[in-house]
């Protein structure tokens, strides 16, 4: 999320299939035509979400999105995905609330709900052909807190560690641990992405300890480096940790 319109793309492949449209001997992404995968934050002002869970909420949304039938194959969405993940990775998170959240939920896309947080994710759209519900909309003035101190992260999931040498707004981080569990995913083999999926995609979301995140960045695990277009200087800013404990995962009883 940036509030130019130009969010970091994840730059780090380390554990990556050779398949990955995430390496960069696949494309030149820069000269690619250039895609953004949008998504949107419903924030009413009497009931905002907690900022934990819209952290969460927004990465389940990006890998709902990645593993959709119509973002694979043959899908409807297909294509665009395609586009999308040939050029950089940018994600712009926006907020809506009243009549605004209604109309972006006409719109053809994929709505995430948490334990406070909904979040709403498109198709990619490119980068200046934004849909005009969608555009009109604010990136900024998505700051959340959360109202009670954030249970610890579950160690039998996924973990987004954030740096915690950083200061995000709320915004910000959602694109960035979206971009980390995007990274997690395309670390995993199709069995491991199956029993995720089917699980509900638990994940959890937390700022790593100093000493934590010093040991976590060198780990060689999927790092997010952002390229420090807005709001934070480039450099490390989310590490995802414990993708492969997806296999051992119970299947969700909401499916």
Known sequence: MSSNDTPAAPSETAGLPADS?????????????????????????????????????????VLVMLSDERSVGEGEWAQAMRDWQDARIRKVVRRARGAEWRKACALPGITV??????????????????????AKLQVSGTELDDPEPPAAPDPAGPVLWLNPELDMSAGKEMAQVGHGAQLAWWDLSEQERTAWREAGFPLSVATAAADRWRELAVSGLPVVEDAGFTEIAPGKTVVAEGAHRVGSLPASPRR
């Open 113 to 134: 709900t948490g334990e406070s947080a909904e979040v709403r994710v498109f198709p990619p759209v490119p980068l200046d052909g934004w849909p005009k519900e969608l």
């Open 21 to 61: 449209p995430f390496r960069p001997e696949r494309t030149n992404r820069d000269e690619a035509q250039q895609y953004v995968l949008p998504l949107v934050v419903h924030i009413e002002k009497a009931a905002p979400p907690a900022r934990t869970d819209a952290l969460r909420t927004a990465a389940r949304a």
